[in-house]
Structure formats: structure tokens, C-alpha cells
């Protein structure tokens, strides 16, 4: 059971309008590096791990990526609330709007609507969570690029944030496979479904 706060897990208030940086910033929305991607692929992946520890990472992480999911969407928001026909035109913003008007649309950066295909989900924990460290590694990837193009200290400060959750999620899921791992023997290691290991594995 989830319980909800209104409030975004870091403020989101910006000034200045900027449509070519929201279509940049939204592909933190539905790109496929994403949060909506990442709170869909843990609060997956949570329910074939073997431990109540590992579920509950996944649970927290993929509960924590909604709230990032609400901040991205209020950033993009933001940078595109009450544009001129004229703003649109300049930031090369008219195609998307065409589509979506100023809605916030789950999106990569490229345009590409979100594609669950970008979901790793695979039942095995040890394949899911080096899933989950690369899916974190990819979201600290893609905000430094942000980064690299934004010169807005309003946008700037959330962004800065959500990268540094980005590492903190990720030596999370970092201590969790050590945690398995540890857990684990040499009999054990990759099969966590006995009656079919019986069958497809044999010494």
C-alpha cells in the first residue's frame, strides 16, 4: 500500500519558460532511461526476490521514482506553461506541441513515446538487480547531460538532486547483490526454481 503526500520530494519553481529544454528534460519522463520506466521495472521486479530485504529496496526505490516521475512532470510543466506562438517556433517546440499541445507526454527526448520494451524484468535476482544498477547508471548518465546543456539555476537545483538519488539508488541495489550473493552457494547460485533446475540442469 502506497500513501500519498502532496507534495513533490524536492521543490520544482521556476521563473523562466524554456521549451528546448523541456524537450530535453522530458525524456526523464518517458525515455527509455526514464522514471516512469524505472518505478515500472522495480515495483516489477520486486516480486520474485527471494529475500524480504531485496523486496523491500525495490519497493522503496520504485515508490521513490513515482515522486521523481512528479517532479520531472513539473519541471517540463514549467518550462512550457503559457508559450507564445512565437516561443514555439524559435525552440523548435511546434512538432511536439502539434501532438500534445503543452501536455506532459511520456516521451524521449527524440520523440519516441514510452515503450515498455524498455522494461527488464526477468524473475532471476541476479539478472534483475544488475538490471537495476544499470538502469540507475543510465538515469546518472543521461541528467549529467541535462546538465550539460542547462544554464538555469531553477532547473539546475531539481535536476542536481534527482542525479545524486540516481547514485544513492544505485549503491542501494549495489549492497542488496552483495547481500544475495553472500546468501548464496555454489549449488544455488543462478537457480531459484528447483523443480525446473532438476530438469534443464543437470550435472
Known amino acids: 500500500m502506497f500513501v500519498y503526500e502532496k507534495q513533490l520530494q524536492y521543490p520544482v519553481r521556476i521563473k523562466n519558460t524554456n521549451p528546448a529544454l523541456a524537450k530535453l528534460i522530458i525524456t526523464q519522463y518517458g525515455g527509455p532511461d526514464g522514471e516512469l520506466g524505472a518505478s515500472t521495472r522495480y515495483l516489477s521486479q520486486r516480486f520474485t526476490m527471494p529475500l524480504p530485504e531485496l523486496k523491500a ?28 506562438e512565437e516561443q ?19 516521451a524521449s527526448a527524440s520523440g519516441m513515446p514510452f515503450n515498455a520494451a524498455a522494461l527488464a524484468v526477468k524473475g532471476d535476482p541476479i539478472t534483475d ?26 532547473v539546475i ?29 555454489s549449488k ?3 537457480a531459484f526454481n528447483p523443480s525446473y533446475d532438476k530438469r534443464c540442469f543437470k550435472k
Open 57 to 84: 529496496t525495490l519497493t522503496d526505490v520504485g515508490t521513490e521514482e513515482l515522486n521523481h516521475l512528479e517532479m520531472i512532470g513539473a519541471i517540463v510543466y514549467q518550462l512550457t506553461r503559457d508559450l507564445s
Open 88 to 106: 514555439i517556433r524559435e525552440a523548435g517546440f511546434d512538432q511536439y506541441f502539434v501532438e500534445h499541445t503543452a501536455g506532459v507526454y511520456p
Open 129 to 154: 538487480l544488475h538490471e537495476s544498477l544499470a538502469a540507475e547508471q543510465k538515469a546518472r548518465t543521461t541528467y549529467d547531460n541535462i546538465l550539460r546543456f542547462c544554464d538555469d539555476p531553477d
Open 157 to 185: 537545483d531539481p535536476i542536481r538532486f534527482l542525479r545524486a538519488r540516481e547514485v544513492v539508488h544505485y549503491q542501494r541495489f549495489g549492497e542488496n547483490l552483495r547481500l544475495l550473493t553472500d546468501k548464496l552457494d
Open 188 to 190: 544455488n547460485f543462478y
